[in-house]
């Protein structure tokens, strides 16, 4: 509640499309990092309720590829190099203060096809056998609303590592106050 006694919500739907390396990608590889989500939270240095993650696959890769997305409130270290894997330091993960990550096991997905697309959701995750949360929370950095996230491929099906065009993959953020 704020100071005026009225207490202020808002509801919102934040899409973001990271530029992606157009090549073959492996275990372990980082498909994005350091990608803003503007406005992600109403007040500087605020938190937001995530209520879920979807990541639209325009190019409909195989389904037995798994992704990890990690939120932080920093975006000042990448996770490393796209198209690599991810190398970065304890100390550089504790200053990008982690609020949270949500993941897709490809064959246990929530998955909608339609054509050629793909639609994952992210958050809530749906993995077999794990106790997960409705939503996770996010957090801006100080002076800032933009939270930050990075997505590495975690597991791929060995006869088959996704290639990626450069503006495959679409997340859609459902976001609440």
Known sequence: MSRDGVIRSSKRVIRVTPTLNAAEHHVGDVLCTQVEIPRAVIEKGGIASLKTVYMVDYGNEDTDVDYTIIFTEKGTTE????????????????????????????????????????????IPPSISGESVSDFCLIKADEGSTSVYFHCILTAVDATTNPTFTANQLEFIFHIED
Do not use: P, W
Request: no cysteine.
């Open 79 to 122: 996770f490393g190099s796209q198209n690599a894997t991810a190398d970065i330091s304890d100390a550089d993960l504790v200053i990008q203060k982690i609020t949270s990550f949500g993941k897709v096991i490809g064959t246990e997905a929530t998955t909608g096809t339609v054509d050629q697309v793909r639609i994952h959701q992210m």
